[in-house]
């Protein structure tokens, strides 16, 4: 008997090491959770990006192109915001507080922008100050070339490291057999630049001849997920995958990050892209996602509101209409958990300065997280 | 019997030239799988199949055939709220795509002539015109 109960041990445990792991494990429902959700602003169209300022009011980005904010629960337009070009997955999309906002009041904006010339649109980065509710001192800090009516792929988050410097992502723009790869165009890149545009002199490719100076890494899809890891300071990326193959990337500086000559995915129509999942030369990612889950938006939990989420990634997922909660360890994603089941695709997700999670849905408006200690 | 011959083989040319030429809706269609696999196969998927109870599917799908003017509607102002396609609730939120009336009427005669869908009558640009929002 006693024999048998440790031969059963010994199988629970090869079953947990066999499935337990990798980048195909299993997304998890919690037996009970820790939180309420409750739809903090309502009535959104498409909440894109979030900010908050220092008085703990909010800035939201609706795709259409309106910046609201929301104090108390009053809702005001932002005037002034220059006009974006709506188009398949481009309108107005992220926004970011300068890390001493607080003293100089810069703000940063993408948007898809038909600026420029030529049918179409790319994405462009704005930085600008909002004055008695209006977008005011506006400055195209980037635009990215050339035009093009493809409806997909802006990227467009924002992140600022520990030492100041703004970085933002382009999607390849639908154009993958062009744009990804090579240094000399716009798309499928990361970006890196100082708070007033200009080009670091550091940059990794200043000194090739023809490229587009302002790249920090290249290879990439579609990010749509950025930040800066708040113990190691690297910057973190989420990119959608074709289809299966979404990616977390560390982002280093001039690294080839593979699309799409390597890649966990599929074309949609089933048939292959590449046979590749790794090149010399070409980084991986350190989690990808078979199925998609179509991420978006990104947030670590550095707050202890939540039991044993601290040190957790938050990500949204589009397709699945959830958020999802990675644990990590050793750089490894070793457990993923289905929050919010079938709220709605979700676009964005943030830690709020006051340690709360919030969360932007597609058609609802964005919900705050209330941890079940507080009720 | 040359005149005859010269007719006859004037007209086989003429109407081998017919054939070959695609027809005006065949021409839209193939404009409108372009539009397609820009924008909308991400969400509904290359043979339309859609994701259940997320993103409804396009083939053989009853909304589309007996909602004409309201897919239409959909497609050039985006979508919200509860439909039911083939007996499942859809509850989700599709933005405008920023498409012109010309390419909603492509990708309108892609879909309803695609995956065990059949209209027999096409969409034109000025239809997508007059279908104003409600």
Redesign the interface.
């Known amino acids: 008997m006693e024999k048998s109960i440790a031969h059963l041990f010994f199988f629970v445990v090869l079953l947990n090491s066999a499935c337990g792991q990798g980048p195909d494990n299993e997304v998890h429902t919690p037996k009970s959770t820790v939180f309420s959700a409750e739809l903090f602003v309502d009535q959104l169209?498409?909440p894109w990006g979030m900010a908050f300022l220092p008085d703990n009011s909010m800035l939201i980005t609706e795709?259409a192109g309106r910046i609201i904010h929301v104090k108390d629960g009053k809702k005001t337009a932002i005037k002034g915001v220059p006009k974006v070009?709506?188009?398949?997955q481009?309108?107005l999309m992220d926004i970011a507080l300068h890390p001493d906002y607080a003293t100089n009041g810069w703000l940063y904006i993408s948007y898809a922008s038909s600026e420029g010339g030529g049918k179409g649109g790319n994405t462009a980065i704005m930085r600008a100050r909002i004055v008695n509710n209006s977008l005011v001192d506006q400055k195209v800090l980037y635009k990215a070339v050339p035009n093009t009516t493809?409806?997909?792929h802006f990227g467009s988050r924002f992140a600022f490291d520990r030492e100041g410097y703004l970085y933002f992502s382009i999607g390849e723009r639908?154009d993958r057999e062009v744009n990804p790869q090579d240094i000399t165009r716009d798309g499928g890149k990361i970006y890196r630049l100082h708070d007033d545009g200009r080009i670091p002199a550091d940059n990794p490719f200043v000194n090739k001849a023809g490229a587009k100076t302002a790249i920090f890494s290249y290879g990439h899809r579609n990010p749509q997920g950025l930040l800066t890891h708040p113990e190691t300071g690297q910057i973190w990326d989420h990119e959608h995958g074709p289809r299966g193959g979404d990616e977390i990337n560390i982002v280093k500086k001039g690294k080839n990050y593979g699309w799409p000559k390597i890649t966990y995915g599929i074309n949609?129509?089933?048939s292959a892209i590449t046979d590749k999942t790794h090149m010399p030369g070409m980084e991986q990612p350190i989690h990808y996602w078979i199925p998609s889950i179509?991420p978006s938006g990104m947030a670590f939990v550095t707050t202890e509101k939540y039991p044993g989420w601290k040190g957790s990634l938050l990500v949204g997922s589009l397709?699945?209409?959830y958020l999802e909660r990675l644990e990590l360890k050793d750089g490894k994603v070793v457990y993923r958990e289905k929050l919010m089941d079938g709220i709605?695709?979700v676009r964005d997700v943030r830690q709020g300065p006051d340690g709360l999670i919030y969360v932007a849905v597609?058609?609802k408006g964005i919900y705050r997280l209330n941890p079940d200690s507080q009720k | 019997m040359r005149a005859f011959l010269f007719t006859y083989l004037a007209l086989a040319g003429l109407l081998s030239l017919y054939l070959i030429q695609d027809t005006p809706l065949k021409q839209s269609m193939k404009r409108g799988s372009g539009i397609y696999l820009?924008?909308c196969?991400?969400?509904h998927?290359?043979k339309g199949e859609g994701?259940e109870n997320?993103?409804p599917p396009l083939a053989n799908s009853d909304y589309l055939i007996n909602n004409r003017k309201k897919s239409i509607i959909g497609v050039k102002y985006g979508q919200?709220g509860e439909i039911v396609v083939n007996g499942t609730r859809y509850d989700?939120?599709m933005?405008?795509?920023?498409?012109s009336d010309e390419e909603v009427a492509d990708v309108m005669n892609y879909i309803m002539n695609s995956w065990g869908n059949k209209s027999n009558q096409m969409v034109t640009p000025e239809e997508v015109s007059n279908c104003l929002k409600r």
């Open positions: 169209q498409l795709k070009y709506l188009r398949g481009g309108g493809r409806g997909q639908g949609y129509s089933g179509a397709v699945f209409q709605g695709r597609e058609g | 820009d924008f196969v991400s969400c998927l290359e994701v997320t993103y919200q989700n939120t933005l405008p795509m920023g498409l």
